[in-house]
């Protein structure tokens, strides 16, 4: 039997992982590491466009 995972808990697993791969892959563009979060957590759009709205306001503070 799987166990579901909560939406908002795959959305701090994709953010999570999104800041390990920035770290270690800093030539890596953003969208990319978006994409790659969106697929590897089935991220909805709505929420992989908050995760880019969250990464693009760290990027400019």
Known sequence: ???L???GE???K???YINEER????QKSL?????EAGMRF???PL????LERLFRQDKQA
């Open 14 to 16: 994709a953010a999570a």
């Open 23 to 26: 770290t270690a892959n800093p």
């Open 5 to 7: 995972i909560p939406q």
């Open 42 to 44: 089935n991220l909805t």
């Open 10 to 12: 795959l959305v701090r």
């Open 1 to 3: 039997m799987s166990s």
């Open 31 to 35: 969208a990319a590491l978006l994409d």
């Open 47 to 50: 929420d992989a466009q908050a």
